[in-house]
């Protein structure tokens, strides 16, 4: 971890959120290359669960919402963590991290004694209105999920969608998370990525589904490179399934902290839309209220767990072997010497063409060796060398990231070359 953190702060990828300031806890700011990162793993997403399939759209709710919302949905009496005070130093945990507790407890050679757990409420509030004093109090939203379920009405209303159908979101959570650590793991601002699934209200039907959206989101990032000794499922016991949740498992990444969650799969039932006051009207006319299978991710986990999974040491190199689907750029574009023109104007040449399709670095700071390096720490695929001899035959290097070999190739074939190997 202590590697990842280092990385992402030197190549741009993770940044401490107001850091000048010193910081707030559980809250991180994206660089440059995190940026990009992030809207790759959520482009591949959507794309994956909604440009290519005909059965799920998409919405994208307000963070603000009316109170209503949180009470109708429970989340006023039940989204709440327990609360234990360290008497010895009035540090606060949540009482169901026993690890955390137990860590802490040697800090004070055992002696550490405990308040009696209390709920606390995740929901972070906010105030609307121009008066202080008299202003409004509202709450952002501690899980995208409610948007769906408060667009239920208009999206079946607006479109062609029949049960079963899905709604896909992506978008900004919060919650006043009690021990926010882990860098990324576990923060007060976050984002998830979601699919509401509404089905008939059959019990059949729901396991069938429930099993399918298991596989199907596992199988997804096993697509995209996480090796599969690193993923596993996991069912949650009785006592620890949220409030709404009929039966629920996650996906666990086998992190250096542990098996962690960053991804539930959740058989909601009819609570949300029964909460709601929502139903469907089927094409025989009949009036049901359906059932929801949730995929609920993290991107900011997710994203953690893509950079764990991709980082490898080879003897001097450090390498970010990330799937180019969601590599921060894709391609980088060196000329040989910076103070040859020729070389240059050539190498500005092929950045500017490729860089319509793709997104590419471009680099002419030191010697060629530190720029693969960088690139190679960067998780950039291939690098594109413009040298004496790309002046003579119109050819380039082209060097792969995770094989370090080397190969020439005409300047007017790159693009097909790359795209072929980019999709």
Not at 3 to 17: D, E, H, N, S, T
Not at 213 to 242: C, P, Q, V
Request: proline share 3%; with cysteine; net charge neutral.
């Amino acid at each position: 971890m202590d590697k990842i953190v280092a990385l992402c702060k030197r190549r741009g990828f993770i940044y401490p959120g107001s850091e000048i300031y010193g910081g707030l806890t559980g809250t991180w700011d994206y660089g440059p290359l995190g940026t990009l990162l992030k809207k790759n793993i959520k482009d591949q997403w959507f794309r994956t669960n909604v440009q290519l399939r005909n059965d799920v759209v998409g919405v994208d709710a307000a963070i603000m919402m009316n109170p209503t919302v949180w009470e109708k949905s429970g989340h006023l009496e039940a989204f709440t963590d327990p609360l234990v005070e360290c008497k010895t130093c009035h540090q606060r945990f949540r009482a169901d991290k026993e690890e955390e507790i137990k860590a802490h407890e040697k800090t004070h050679q055992g002696k550490a004694g405990w308040t009696t757990p209390q709920k606390f409420n995740l929901l972070v509030k906010a105030f609307l209105g121009i008066i202080e004093g008299a202003q409004d109090e509202i709450f952002l939203r501690g899980e995208i999920t409610q948007g769906a379920f408060v667009n239920f009405e208009n999206i079946v209303s607006s479109t062609r969608v029949k049960i079963p159908f899905g709604i896909a979101q992506i978008g900004k959570a919060f919650r006043n998370e009690i021990t926010p650590g882990n860098f990324t793991f576990r923060s007060r601002e976050f984002e998830q990525m979601e699919i509401e699934y509404f089905i008939r209200p059959e019990e059949k039907e729901g396991n069938v589904w429930f099993e399918y959206w298991k596989n199907t989101r596992m199988e997804w990032y096993l697509s995209l490179g996480i090796k599969k000794e690193n993923l596993r499922f996991r069912k949650h016991e009785d006592r620890e399934r949220a409030h709404y949740a009929r039966f629920a498992e996650d996906i666990e990444y086998k992190a250096p902290f542990g098996w962690a969650e960053f991804e539930g799969i959740h058989h909601r039932g009819d609570w949300d839309l029964s909460r709601h006051n929502l139903s469907y009207v089927g094409d025989d006319g009949k009036k049901f209220t359906p059932w929801v299978i949730e995929t609920s991710g993290g991107v900011d986990r997710s994203l953690l767990f893509f950079l764990l999974d991709a980082y490898h040491e080879e003897g001097e190199r450090t390498i970010l072997k990330l799937n180019p689907k969601l590599a921060p750029y894709k391609v980088a574009v060196f000329p040989l010497l910076a103070n040859k023109e020729k070389l240059v104007n050539l190498a500005r040449g092929i950045y500017d063409d490729l860089k319509q399709q793709m997104m590419v670095a471009w680099d002419e700071r030191g010697n060629i060796g530190k720029r693969y390096y960088a690139q190679d720490e960067a998780g950039t695929p291939y690098c594109v060398t413009v040298d004496f001899q790309s002046l003579e035959d119109k050819t380039v290097t082209v060097r792969d990231r995770d094989t370090a070999k080397q190969e020439r190739i005409k300047i007017t074939n790159l693009s097909e070359y790359f795209l072929s190997r980019l999709s």
